[in-house]
């Protein structure tokens, strides 16, 4: 298999596991407006809290590899672009099997009791380690193929670059979307009008951004078949590029604020909350922008010998 094809295979198999893990994430957020929320004991409210802190790293994971290889490899097709790609998907679903048990936890809790609660986190976990994990070591061929038989991808056909950005676009933008049905239905119910006005405003910035995001990562498709008429032009792959990249800055904006939103509804101090946001956005920020181009600097001298 040509190594672009790889890497979109990569692409598309994140695109399949993200959606999973942006369904779990939108329950997150929506849990703490329902009625039922506020009666859930205390213990109950951080495992929900935590759980959405390990489903925000995952999402983050997940995203990730479309910004390394936009930022480090300039939508070249290269053999480390796939182990990255490999590497930070892997990783993403340990955060998202602990999200899930945690979610499974405080259903079950609220359903049943405690311990049963305990034992449907336990089970859902184990489950999810098994089958995301264990299959995937079971099968794991033993060959190591020597990355010096790769193609170097140096000279990627602009085709393959382009369908790629469109398919990284296809990873980052239902998370997105998910978000913002959240946010427009969260402004409707009598828990958010019980907010104070500080973080109803954080929400309305959050709802602001997540908008601007969704807009940002639909305009690509839209200027490749109205302004290009679908054709492959390398002015259309260099601003789909940044488009993409710039739509992951208020998409971070947007978690983070909704972040601390649902921090505060949880555990009613002001200051946690704050913190949270904060620090959910540099993690977002850092994972999808800070880290790929510092990254990007050490590549640059290869890259630009590569052509």
């Known amino acids: 298999m040509a190594i672009e094809d790889k890497l979109k295979t990569a692409l598309d198999e994140s695109r399949l ?9 939108g329950f997150q957020f929506d849990a703490v407006f329902q ?30 590899p479309c910004m390394f290889h936009q930022i480090v490899f300039a939508g070249q097709s290269r053999p480390d672009a796939i182990r990255m790609a490999g590497v930070l998907t892997g990783a993403s679903l340990l955060p998202f099997t602990l999200g899930l048990g945690a979610a499974a936890f405080v259903i079950f809790e609220q359903l049943f ?16 380690l098994g089958l995301l994990y264990g ?19 140096a000279g990627t056909p602009l085709k393959s670059k382009i369908e790629q950005m469109l398919t990284e676009s296809r990873v980052i933008i239902p998370g997105a979307q998910a978000l913002l049905g ?9 828990a958010f009008n019980e907010l104070p006005p500080v973080f109803k405003y954080v929400h309305c910035v959050a709802l602001a951004a997540i908008a601007l995001s969704v807009l940002l990562l639909m305009t ?27 739509g992951t800055i208020p998409l971070a904006v947007g978690i983070a604020s909704d972040v601390s939103v649902v921090f505060f509804k949880a555990i009613d101090s002001e200051s946690i909350a704050m913190a949270s946001g904060f620090a959910s956005l540099a993690l977002l920020l850092g994972l999808w922008l800070g880290y790929p181009w510092l990254v990007a600097r050490r590549f640059a001298p290869s890259r630009r010998a590569a052509g």
Not at 113 to 128: E, P
Not at 182 to 190: D, E
């Open 182 to 190: 959240f946010q427009l239905i969260a402004v409707l119910t009598k």
């Open 220 to 246: 690509p498709a839209a200027l490749h078949r109205i302004g290009f008429q679908g054709e492959d032009d390398p002015k259309f792959f260099e601003i789909g590029s940044r488009l993409i990249v710039a």
């Open 35 to 64: 009625e039922l929320f506020s009666g859930i004991p205390a213990t109950s409210r951080y495992v929900h809290c935590a759980g959405l802190v390990m489903l925000l790293v995952s999402v983050g994971l997940m995203i990730a």
């Open 17 to 25: 596991l993200i959606l999973g893990a942006q369904i779990l994430f």
């Open 135 to 153: 299959l995937g070591l079971a099968f794991r061929q033993g060959r190591k193929k020597s990355m010096a038989q790769e193609q170097t991808g």
């Open 113 to 128: 009791s405690r311990s049963i609660g305990i034992a449907a986190g336990v089970s859902f976990t184990a489950i999810a």
